[in-house]
């Protein structure tokens, strides 16, 4: 299998693992998954929230924001530290398009391998002065 069609199917198999984990409002996983730019990303979650990495495996890359549910069915964005905010969403979609805005440039596909290896790639194709 080439690396593309292993990265795709590792991706494929972490959006089967938060659907499977049910952590996940079916309607904002919906959402993220029609989403492209969302959904070439690694999911994973976390106190029901739904994260995004741009490396298949742990430790996962903390540079975009992340969704949480909020009362009433609606959403509030966050990150990408926890520290930080972006602000609430009434609806999936609505969060979906906020954390899209605030993607890093050049985002996606997901890196197959870690968040250092993925900084050791990404820093070894910089030009070098």
Known sequence: MNTDATRDAVVEAGWQAVRDDGRVRVELLAAACA?????RLFP????????FSRCT???????????Q???GGTYWVSGP??????GPAA???EAVAMVVRRLPAGCGPAFLG???????????QQPRS
């Open 57 to 67: 495996e742990w430790p996962w890359t903390w540079d975009i924001p992340y969704i």
């Open 35 to 39: 989403e492209p730019r969302l959904r």
């Open 69 to 71: 549910p909020a009362a």
């Open 91 to 93: 609806t999936a979609q």
């Open 114 to 124: 870690t968040a250092e290896e993925l900084a050791a790639q990404e820093a070894a």
């Open 44 to 51: 994973w979650t976390g106190m029901g929230e739904l994260h």
């Open 81 to 86: 530290r926890r520290s930080e905010t972006v």
